[in-house]
């Protein structure tokens, strides 16, 4: 996934490229028939410091993602102590001895993953009484070196969530590989969380969010549509 650094553009009008971003999803979903409201928009923020950050929220935006802990715990115990409305998002790889941090900072898991995560989030969630809503990253490109599970494992990996575990599943997420079609990612996310009766689909980033929309996404994950590009990609 190696690809050329950028440097970070002095000035990005960060209210006009969320409008943008607004009325892309409000086109899409009107053309699936669907309300536009049943889209959610995660602003993901990873690289960027508050001075962009700010301005996003300014612009009434309330929702984020991070793919890192630590870097998020840098950043959002000040902001979300500002900022109270505000929820935030893991989208990244979560290790097993991060877990009661992120359980503590974020207030949804995107990246469920593994049996023993599953396991350590659900033991953290008692013990601090904070029932995140959580998502099962599914792994649909059957990428060695990417996250997720397998999705002929996907069935039984909902079920130990779900049912043995009680967490509080509230749909899929998944990265296409980049160099594939994403629709037909979507299309299989999409009939994964349908025969497990979950309604949430996390799918589509900045360049193929309304793809998405179409093929039923509730959480599009939209980072550099909205604040530019970042310093290093990742
Ligand atoms: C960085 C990231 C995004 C956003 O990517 P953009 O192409 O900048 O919109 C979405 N999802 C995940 C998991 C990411 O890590």
């Given at each position: 996934?190696?690809?050329?650094?950028e440097p970070?553009a002095?000035?990005v009008d960060i209210a006009?490229n969320l409008?943008?971003?607004r009325?892309?999803?409000?086109?899409a979903?009107?053309?699936?028939s669907?309300?536009?409201d049943?889209?959610?928009l995660?602003?993901?923020?990873?690289?960027?410091?508050p001075e962009r950050?700010?301005p996003?929220?300014?612009?009434g935006?309330?929702?984020?993602?991070e793919?890192?802990?630590?870097e998020?715990?840098?950043k959002?115990?000040?902001?979300?102590?500002?900022?109270a409305e505000?929820?935030v998002?893991?989208?990244?790889?979560?290790?097993?001895?991060k877990v009661?941090?992120?359980?503590?900072?974020?207030?949804v898991?995107e990246?469920?993953?593994r049996?023993?995560?599953?396991?350590?989030l659900a033991?953290?969630?008692?013990?601090?009484?904070?029932?995140l809503?959580?998502?099962i990253?599914?792994?649909?490109?059957?990428e060695?070196q990417?996250?997720?599970?397998?999705p002929?494992?996907?069935?039984a990996f909902?079920a130990?969530?779900?049912?043995?575990l009680?967490?509080?599943?509230?749909g899929l997420?998944?990265?296409p590989?980049l160099?594939?079609?994403?629709?037909?990612h979507?299309?299989l996310?999409?009939?994964?969380?349908r025969?497990?009766?979950?309604?949430g689909?996390?799918?589509?980033m900045?360049?193929?969010y309304p793809v998405?929309?179409?093929?039923?996404?509730?959480?599009v994950?939209?980072?550099?549509a909205i604040?530019?590009?970042?310093?290093t990609y990742?």
């Amino acid at each position: 996934m190696a690809i050329a650094s950028e440097p970070v553009a002095g000035s990005v009008d960060i209210a006009a490229n969320l409008a943008a971003v607004r009325a892309e999803i409000a086109a899409a979903a009107r053309q699936a028939s669907r309300p536009a409201d049943a889209v959610t928009l995660v602003a993901v923020s990873k690289t960027h410091g508050p001075e962009r950050i700010v301005p996003a929220i300014d612009a009434g935006q309330q929702v984020f993602g991070e793919n890192r802990v630590q870097e998020a715990e840098h950043k959002w115990p000040e902001l979300k102590q500002r900022f109270a409305e505000v929820a935030v998002h893991l989208i990244g790889p979560l290790q097993s001895n991060k877990v009661r941090h992120a359980v503590a900072l974020f207030d949804v898991i995107e990246t469920v993953d593994r049996p023993k995560l599953a396991r350590a989030l659900a033991r953290e969630m008692d013990k601090q009484d904070r029932r995140l809503p959580c998502y099962i990253q599914v792994n649909t490109g059957e990428e060695p070196q990417k996250a997720g599970v397998l999705p002929a494992e996907a069935d039984a990996f909902v079920a130990l969530c779900r049912d043995e575990l009680a967490l509080p599943v509230a749909g899929l997420m998944c990265i296409p590989p980049l160099e594939e079609e994403p629709a037909l990612h979507f299309a299989l996310l999409g009939e994964i969380a349908r025969r497990n009766g979950l309604d949430g689909l996390s799918m589509g980033m900045s360049a193929d969010y309304p793809v998405a929309i179409e093929f039923g996404a509730t959480l599009v994950r939209v980072g550099t549509a909205i604040f530019g590009p970042r310093e290093t990609y990742r």
